[in-house]
Each structure stands twice: as C-alpha cells, then as structure tokens.
C-alpha cells in the first residue's frame, strides 16, 4: 500500500512538472512570436510591431459555444498606450478596418478591427482590451465578410 502511495505522489509530481514546464514554454515561445495563426491567414503579432520584450502572461485558444475560432494572448507591459498606437497603426496599414471607435488616451477601453480571412466567406476580427499595465488581444475567426461604407 505504502508502495503505492508513493508510486501516485512521483506521478502526480512528475505530471505538475510537465505541465509547468511545457506552460512555460508555451509562454516563452509567444513572447517570441512575430505572428499570429488562425489557419491559412497570418497577423502580424504585438512583438512583431513593438518589440519582444513585451511579457506574454496566458494564451488560450479553442471555439466558443457559436462554433467560432479563438485564440486570445495577454500581455504586461509599461507602455500599453504607445504599445497600442503603433500596433493599430500597422494593422490599419496593412488592411485592417477599425470597427469600434477607440480613444487610446482613456486607459480602460477596447479596440476591435476586422479583416477579410485568405479563406473564402471568413472574416477575422482581433478586440484588444486594455488597462493600465496590461492588454489582451483576441482574434476571432468566422463566416461573413467585411462591409466598407
């Protein structure tokens, strides 16, 4: 019995280790990043505009309930509202459409620009939330197009 008990405590501790370890690399890896996939279609990153000492805190991916594609990296950083300026700068001069008025000036607020995917009928749309020392930049991708007026 006592074997056991032993036994499950190394596997448990051995599986924790695994996890920090990979989720730190994952982590590392996206402070690196230069850009963002979802699917074919490839953003440019925050770090790839800003510079990579931006901390990345989380990252997540999957679908929402709506069946809509996700992935979501949060951020620490000293300098959100020039962070900010420049990245939506890059993306309005790369073809990205600001969607939602935003005043960068106001630090607690949300950006959200929108794109047409390299995939047929598939939009891309990125929300950046952002307070003091800290930003999250999602990027949905879904059906539908983008409406210019």
Known sequence: MKGRKNLAIMVVVTLLLVVHTTGCDILENTAKM?????????????????????????????????????????????????????????????????TKDYNLTHITGEVELAKESVEDDTVLVMAIVYETGKYEVRINKFRGTVTYY
């Open 34 to 98: 230069q850009e963002y996939e979802m699917g074919d279609d490839k953003i440019p990153s925050i770090n790839a505009v800003v510079g990579d000492e931006r901390q990345a805190t989380d990252v997540e991916s999957g679908f929402t309930s709506e069946g809509v594609q996700y992935k979501q990296y949060s951020y620490m950083s000293g300098t959100v509202t020039d962070d900010l300026q420049s990245y939506t700068q890059h993306l309005k001069d790369i073809g990205w459409v600001v």
